[in-house]
C-alpha cells in the first residue's frame, strides 16, 4: 500500500502576519496543497479612512520597513494623478532615486541574508559567514549603501519622512548628492561581484507558466511608475487595474488571493525582467549577458540572479541620477484636493503594488484599497509548490521540507518568513 504522508507547519513568523504550509502526499501523487495565511487584521484601509489625504504617505510607509517607499510611492502616485499634480522633472527623478535606495537594501537583504543560504546548505546567513565571511560582508555592505541612500534623500532608512503629496518637504543639493558617488560606485563593483557568484549556484528545474506582469514604461526599467503590461498582451492604465485584477478570500486565508481575467499570474523580478529587459542600463544588460542570463528567465528558482542583475541595475541608474541632478525650484508642488477616486501603482522589489483613494472635497480620505504585491503572488507561490512537491514526492521528508521553504523564498514574500521559515512536522499513515 502506497504510503500517505502529511507535511505541515502549523506556524510561520512574518514581519506581515502569521501563515502555514501543508502538503499532503499519497504515495508519488500530491493530494493538497496550501498555503495558509493567517496574517492578522492591521486596518490600515481603515486606519486611513477620515484622515487628510496629506497624511498617507507617512500611514502607508508603516506598513512595511523593508519597502516603505512603495507604499509612499503608490501613494503619492494616486492622489496626484487624482488631484491633476504636475510633477517636475527633477523631484520625479529624486523620487526615483530614493526609490534605488530601496531596491538595492531590499535585494541585498534577500540575496545575501535569506536567499543565498538555501542554496549553499546553511541554516541561516550566520552560518553562512562562518565560511564565506566576505560574501555576507559584501551583502550588508551593499545593503548600508542602500539605506544610507535612503536617509540622504527620504530623511531616514526605516519610514522615511521627507515624501509627500507634491514632492519632497526637502530636497538635498547636488554637493550632498555627490558624497554617495563613491559609495554608489563601490556598490556597483559589489553588486556586479554578486552576480557572478550568484549565477554559479546550482538551480534546481522549474519553470513557471502563469501570466507574467509588470510595470512598462517606456526608456526605463520599471520603478516608480508606468502602465500595466503582461506578456499575454494586457496594457492598461492604472485605473483600469479592478477591472481586470479581482481580490477574493478563501478560507484558509485571511490575506486576499488575486486573480488576473479568471487567472494565476506572477509579479516581481522573473516578470519585471521578461517584460522590460531591454530597458536595463548597458552594463546591467551586458553583466546579464555575461553571465549566461536568458530573456526571459522563467525559472524561480533563479531569481536570485534576476535580483542580482537589477541590483547592478540600482546602483547604476543611482549614479546616473545622481550624475544629471539639478536642485528643483522648490521640493514640491502645492496640491490642492479634488473630489473622486485616484489610482496609484509603483514596483516594489516584490512586485507591483497597486493604492486606490476616495477623497472628498476638503482631502478627507473617504475610502483606501492597498493591494501589495506578496497578496497578489500567492496564488501562484501555491501553484509553484504543488508543482515542486509532485516533482519530487520520493524525497525523505526533511529534504523536500527544504525544497518547500526555498520554493517560497523564491518570492522574497516577506522578512520574517524568509529568516525563520517553516518549522514542519511530518504525520505518516
Known amino acids: 500500500m502506497p504510503e500517505r504522508r502529511t507535511i505541515t507547519t502549523d506556524y510561520l513568523a512574518r514581519v506581515e502576519g502569521e501563515g502555514a504550509m501543508t502538503v499532503r502526499l499519497d504515495g508519488g501523487e500530491?493530494?493538497?496543497?496550501?498555503?495558509?495565511?493567517?496574517?492578522?487584521?492591521?486596518?490600515?484601509?481603515?486606519?486611513?479612512?477620515?484622515?487628510?489625504?496629506?497624511?498617507?504617505?507617512?500611514?502607508?510607509?508603516?506598513?512595511?520597513?523593508?519597502?516603505?517607499?512603495?507604499?509612499?510611492?503608490?501613494?503619492?502616485?494616486?492622489?496626484?494623478?487624482?488631484?491633476?499634480?504636475?510633477?517636475?522633472?527633477?523631484?520625479?527623478?529624486?523620487?526615483?532615486?530614493?526609490?534605488?535606495?530601496?531596491?538595492?537594501?531590499?535585494?541585498?537583504?534577500?540575496?545575501?541574508?535569506?536567499?543565498?543560504?538555501?542554496?549553499?546548505?546553511?541554516?541561516?546567513?550566520?552560518?553562512?559567514?562562518?565560511?564565506?565571511?566576505?560574501?555576507?560582508?559584501r551583502g550588508l555592505a551593499l545593503k548600508r549603501t542602500g539605506n544610507e541612500l535612503m536617509t540622504l534623500v527620504g530623511g531616514r532608512e526605516i519610514h522615511p519622512i521627507n515624501v509627500r503629496v507634491g514632492g519632497f518637504y526637502r530636497a538635498p543639493t547636488k554637493r550632498e548628492l555627490r558624497t554617495m558617488v563613491d559609495p554608489l560606485e563601490r556598490a556597483r563593483e559589489a553588486a556586479l561581484e554578486t552576480l557572478r557568484w550568484t549565477a554559479t549556484l546550482e538551480f534546481p528545474e522549474r519553470r513557471v507558466e502563469c501570466e507574467l506582469v509588470s510595470l512598462q514604461q517606456p526608456g526605463e526599467y520599471p520603478i516608480e511608475r508606468g502602465r500595466i503590461v503582461s506578456d499575454r498582451g494586457l496594457d492598461i492604465a492604472p485605473k483600469e487595474y479592478e477591472e481586470h485584477f479581482v481580490e477574493e478570500h478563501v478560507e484558509r486565508s485571511t490575506a486576499l488571493h488575486s486573480r488576473l481575467d479568471g487567472g494565476t499570474y506572477l509579479l516581481g523580478p522573473l516578470a519585471r525582467y521578461a517584460l522590460n529587459a531591454g530597458s536595463l542600463s548597458p552594463l546591467a544588460r551586458e553583466s546579464a549577458k555575461e553571465v549566461g542570463l536568458e530573456v526571459p528567465c522563467l525559472n524561480p528558482f533563479r531569481s536570485i540572479v534576476v535580483r542580482s542583475v537589477?541590483?547592478?541595475?540600482?546602483?547604476?541608474?543611482?549614479?546616473?541620477?545622481?550624475?544629471?541632478?539639478?536642485?528643483?525650484?522648490?521640493?514640491?508642488?502645492?496640491?490642492?484636493?479634488?473630489?473622486?477616486?485616484?489610482?496609484?501603482?509603483?514596483?516594489?522589489?516584490?512586485?507591483?503594488?497597486?493604492?486606490?483613494?476616495?477623497?472628498?472635497?476638503?482631502?478627507?480620505?473617504?475610502?483606501?484599497?492597498?493591494?501589495?504585491?506578496?497578496?497578489?503572488?500567492?496564488?501562484?507561490?501555491?501553484?509553484?509548490?504543488?508543482?515542486?512537491?509532485?516533482?519530487?514526492?520520493?524525497?525523505?521528508?526533511?529534504?523536500?521540507?527544504?525544497?518547500?521553504?526555498?520554493?517560497?523564498?523564491?518570492?522574497?514574500?516577506?522578512?520574517?518568513?524568509?529568516?525563520?521559515?517553516?518549522?514542519?512536522?511530518?504525520?505518516?499513515?
Open 310 to 429: 537589477e541590483l547592478v541595475y540600482a546602483c547604476d541608474e543611482a549614479l546616473r541620477l545622481i550624475e544629471g541632478y539639478e536642485e528643483p525650484d522648490r521640493p514640491f508642488v502645492e496640491v490642492e484636493p479634488v473630489a473622486g477616486t485616484g489610482f496609484g501603482v509603483s514596483e516594489a522589489p516584490r512586485g507591483m503594488l497597486y493604492h486606490r483613494y476616495r477623497i472628498a472635497a476638503d482631502g478627507t480620505i473617504e475610502e483606501a484599497k492597498i493591494v501589495p504585491p506578496t497578496s497578489q503572488n500567492q496564488r501562484a507561490i501555491e501553484d509553484d509548490l504543488r508543482d515542486v512537491a509532485a516533482r519530487n514526492a520520493t524525497l525523505a521528508d526533511d529534504e523536500l521540507r527544504a525544497l518547500c521553504e526555498q520554493t517560497i523564498r523564491n518570492y522574497d514574500p516577506c522578512i520574517s518568513c524568509a529568516t525563520h521559515f517553516l518549522d514542519l512536522q511530518v504525520e505518516r499513515r
Open 30 to 137: 500530491v493530494e493538497h496543497v496550501e498555503l495558509r495565511i493567517f496574517e492578522p487584521p492591521r486596518f490600515f484601509e481603515a486606519l486611513l479612512q477620515g484622515r487628510d489625504f496629506r497624511e498617507a504617505p507617512d500611514i502607508t510607509a508603516r506598513i512595511c520597513g523593508i519597502c516603505p517607499v512603495a507604499y509612499q510611492t503608490s501613494a503619492v502616485n494616486a492622489l496626484e494623478s487624482l488631484c491633476g499634480a504636475e510633477i517636475p522633472e527633477p523631484v520625479r527623478e529624486l523620487r526615483r532615486l530614493l526609490y534605488c535606495g530601496e531596491w538595492i537594501e531590499s535585494h541585498a537583504l534577500h540575496v545575501y541574508m535569506l536567499h543565498a543560504p538555501d542554496f549553499l546548505g546553511y541554516e541561516s546567513a550566520v552560518e553562512l559567514a562562518r565560511d564565506a565571511p566576505e560574501a555576507v560582508q
